[in-house]
């Protein structure tokens, strides 16, 4: 492969609809989309991707049905016991990025805590987007001084290649600074379908963009 992205950005988006196709509950799609984010993490390792930033759960997603939110704050928490031993392992470096406001003390001691264990490892930065927005990024940085320097994680580089799964052509608040020259890929692919073999079709197509970034080549 020619280009491989620096960072990676993931709307994971479809889990619900997934779910409905299969006369399921929402929450079987959330489950489902786990398993394919951890596919991608293993597939984006063997790429040599050094930045991964995943939306787990919007600043607009307070708006969902209450016991659907409560299921995704308990359903992270788990997973982050779950998972960060096997990330640990594999040299990944877990960051929370978004609001810490109206996100339960449980949650975010498990986040503190996987943060803290895995603080020391440099293959990998996988940025979990948590109760993050980019309006809200982009206004708390304002109130500080300069954008750039006052991002949640300004050491990461921008966006190279942003994914979008289930057929949604939108940016939905996401990486809204970052993501100013970013790579768009849509796929119709529902994100508890997508894979290491559909990240590897999107960093393909990544690889024949030209990128110019106001310029000529
Ligand atoms: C994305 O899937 C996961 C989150 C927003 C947490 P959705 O839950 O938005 O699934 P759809 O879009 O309703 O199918
Ligand atoms: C974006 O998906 C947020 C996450 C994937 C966490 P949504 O399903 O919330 O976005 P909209 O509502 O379709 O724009
Ligand atoms: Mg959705």
Redesign the pocket.
């Known amino acids: 492969m020619s280009q491989i992205p620096r960072h990676i950005a993931l ?10 196709e299969r006369g399921l509950e ?1 929450t079987k ?2 489950e489902a ?1 786990e398993r394919a984010l951890w596919d991608v993490v293993l597939a984006s390792l063997n790429l040599g991707i050094r930045y991964l930033s995943a ?4 600043t607009e ?1 307070w708006a ?1 049905p209450e016991p ?1 939110v409560e299921f ?1 704050l308990g359903f992270n928490r788990d997973l982050l016991r779950q998972r960060r031993d096997g990330l640990n392992e594999r040299g990944v470096r877990i960051r929370r990025i978004g609001r810490r406001e109206n996100v339960p003390d449980d949650l975010l001691q498990e986040f503190d805590r996987a943060e803290e264990l895995t603080a020391g490892n440099d293959r990998m930065d996988l940025l979990v987007c948590f109760n993050y927005g980019g309006r809200a990024e982009l206004e708390d940085a304002a109130k500080t001084g300069s954008i750039p320097d006052n991002l949640y994680a300004p050491d990461v580089p921008d966006v190279d290649l942003l994914i979008r799964t ?1 057929g ?1 052509k939108r940016i939905s608040n996401f990486l809204l600074w970052q993501s100013a020259y970013a790579e768009l890929y849509f796929t119709e692919t ?2 508890p379908d997508f894979g290491a073999e559909a990240l590897e079709e999107a960093v393909e197509d990544y690889g024949r963009r030209q990128r110019r970034f106001g310029g000529l080549t």
């Open positions: 709307i994971m988006d479809g889990n619900g609809r997934w779910a409905q929402r799609g959330h989309g939306f787990a759960f919007s997603n969902r659907e995704l289930s949604e529902l994100w």
